[in-house]
């Protein structure tokens, strides 16, 4: 992938280290302005997330400013062992001066998992105040892979990575039997920053194919039109990466 940055860490310490100075380093180049995260969920976050709810990082970043969204979200309660917002929450939202109104759920409790993204795609049209056919740009979107080369809830052979014109969508994962709801690869796109966080040998493989484009992943759909793209791994997921 030409014209990508990839920041090859340690480990999985070093590399949360490196996303909380960027994360920091973006959310300050605009002194007074707002800053808009999606943050991303499964377990590679969680590093970043504590880092960021300690110092130096804590009194450092402009937590009134931040505006936190998430790019994916299960079928689940917010108080949910699998809740990407309860991961998030306690790592860090609970832990920092942050106003609860900067805090924007995907309602995942809601029985109809389409509900749950039409509610969350109408929050998203109000806060950026978006015109018919506009798609939100977010300053930074956090995100993970999976072995299978899904990001978000954005899974290999689902609905959802046809969809061109929603800003959020229920998803249908028939390898899990259950519904997600997932920003849309438009959404994805049209970031200011998108950074891709993967950590771990079992990643080494997918990362390899993704980075070197002889994949056919969901991942490698993540091509922000205007924005940049960062990976940020750890020296175990780059074993297979060529020099
Ligand atoms: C989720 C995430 C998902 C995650 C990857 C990697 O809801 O699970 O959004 O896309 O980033 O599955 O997860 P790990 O970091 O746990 O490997």
């Avoid at 030409?2 to 959310?27: E, M, N, Q, W, Y």
């Avoid at 809601?110 to 998203?124: Q, T």
Wanted: some cysteine; glycine content about 6%; proline content about 6%.
């Amino acid at each position: 992938m030409s014209g990508v940055l990839i920041d090859i860490l340690p480990d999985a310490a070093a590399l949360a280290g490196s996303a909380a100075k960027t994360f920091l380093r973006l959310a300050t180049v605009k002194p007074e302005a707002l800053f808009t995260v999606a943050l991303s969920g499964g377990s590679t976050p969680k590093a970043l997330y504590a880092q960021l709810a300690d110092e130096p990082y804590r009194s450092q970043v402009p937590w009134e400013r931040i505006h936190f969204f998430w790019g994916d979200e299960r079928h689940v309660p917010p108080d949910d062992e699998q809740s990407n917002f309860r991961m998030a929450s306690e790592a860090l939202l609970s832990k920092v001066p942050l106003p609860a109104e900067n805090v924007h759920r995907i309602r995942g409790e809601l029985n109809d998992a389409n509900e749950a993204a039409e509610k969350y795609e109408h929050e998203l049209k109000v806060f950026f105040g978006l015109s018919e056919g506009e798609f939100p740009v977010f300053d930074l979107v956090l995100l993970g892979i999976g072995e299978d080369g899904h990001t978000a809830s954005l899974f290999p052979g689902t609905q959802a990575l046809k969809e061109t014109q929603r800003l959020c969508v229920a998803n249908w994962v028939e390898k899990l039997a259950t519904w997600r709801i997932t920003l849309t690869l438009p959404v994805l796109n049209n970031a200011a920053n998108v950074l891709f966080l993967v950590c771990g040998s079992s990643k080494e493989q997918v990362l390899k194919e993704v980075l070197s484009g002889s994949g056919n992943f969901p991942a490698q759909l993540v091509q922000p039109t205007h924005g940049r793209l960062c990976w940020i791994v750890d020296r175990a997921a780059a074993g297979k990466l060529e020099p």
